[in-house]
């Protein structure tokens, strides 16, 4: 569900920017010591770098076409907490458009705030936390796994018909824009709720103490946090590196939306254009920086090698961007507490 720039205007990009960047700085300000611990560090840098990886893996919507990936925002807040997981989620849609050329620049703070202000900041506080408390059972972290996933996507979607009606986008007219996304969203939504669901009863199982709603239980089939740190980063570099390149090449559910609206095939761009010495100036920033554009080599797109490399390459990088976050976090926030202790 990353929009490209052509589907919002400069005002509408430029606004939704200053609110990330607002979440964002906010997030980091207000992260508690419990959320985002020394120990929690290497779980947001692998969880993020599993995340990059999932979300390059599109799987067919069965009899519509459509394809769809995970968001990830309730799998990371399930794991890490909302805010640790959105400042994670953050900054996979960052390296997504700047590395990957995966959404536009000019709509990453919307592509921000669908995907990870929606979900981390709104759905998980309101949804998910709503129905798992500390001792929960697997029917209650399912439920709330699945019915999360899929209001995340469902107003995340809207979110989008919101943005792109303020930015006069006409050839996606509301009301017949809304009633085609929502309804591709939900069945995606169905699917990452699932996925989501098995993943937390899993390491809720395996690793209790490390899932944000868990207190440790002294389960006797716990394993070492150590020993999951490590399945993650494998799991993340195996599915960046070889499950990626089985991901659907059906158009995912915003591009199908689309197509769907505006009749006009191609994908996100679908009969629309961005012109103007905005969306150039974002198009030039955006071709300096990609080193893989859409998860593939700059001059061979056709190599599978690419989007394996894509993946890995991704995953690493996420995996150090999300830890130096947190190391950074923590350092100052430990040091403040010292200084107001003296």
Not at 101 to 119: E, M, R
Not at 231 to 250: C, N, P, R, T, Y
Not at 260 to 277: I, K, P, Y
Request: net charge negative; with cysteine; charged share 10%.
């Amino acid at each position: 569900m990353h929009m490209a720039d052509a589907l919002i205007s400069p005002v509408v990009g430029l606004s939704m920017a200053v609110v990330s960047v607002a979440a964002i700085s906010l997030s980091v300000a207000r992260v508690k010591n419990e959320e985002l611990s020394e120990s929690k560090v290497p779980i947001m840098g692998v969880a993020g770098a599993a995340v990059f990886a999932a979300q390059m893996i599109n799987f067919a919507i069965p009899g519509t076409g459509s394809s769809g990936h995970i968001g990830g925002g309730i799998l990371l807040a399930g794991l890490l907490g909302g805010v640790p997981a959105f400042l994670s989620i953050a900054a996979v849609m960052i390296i997504q458009c700047l590395f990957f050329a995966d959404g536009g620049l000019l709509a990453l703070g919307c592509n921000i705030f669908n995907l990870g202000v929606i979900p981390c900041l709104v759905v998980y506080p309101l949804v998910f936390k709503t129905i798992v408390k500390p001792g929960t059972d697997y029917k209650r972290l399912s439920m709330a796994s699945v019915l999360s996933a899929v209001a995340g996507l469902q107003l995340g979607a809207f979110c989008v018909v919101l943005q792109t009606l303020l930015s006069g986008i006409t050839q996606l007219p509301f009301g017949a824009f809304t009633a085609i996304i929502l309804p591709i969203h939900l069945a995606i939504g169905l699917v990452e709720g699932i996925v989501t669901a098995a993943v937390l009863c899993f390491l809720y199982k395996m690793r209790p103490e490390i899932v944000s709603f868990a207190q440790p239980n002294g389960n006797k089939n716990s394993v070492a946090t150590k020993e999951v740190v490590i399945a993650i980063a494998a799991v993340a570099i195996i599915v960046g590196g070889a499950f990626s390149l089985l991901a659907s090449q059906d158009p995912d559910g915003l591009e199908w939306a689309i197509e769907r609206t505006t009749g006009v095939g191609d994908g996100a761009e679908a009969g629309l254009e961005a012109e103007g010495a905005v969306f150039n100036a974002a198009a030039s920033i955006q071709e300096s920086t990609s080193l893989f554009p859409d998860y593939a080599f700059e001059n061979d797109s056709e190599n599978p090698a690419g989007t394996s490399a894509a993946g890995i390459i991704g995953a690493v990088i996420t995996f150090i961007v999300a830890c130096a976050v947190g190391f950074v976090i923590t350092k100052v926030k430990k040091r403040r507490k010292v200084a107001a202790n003296a």
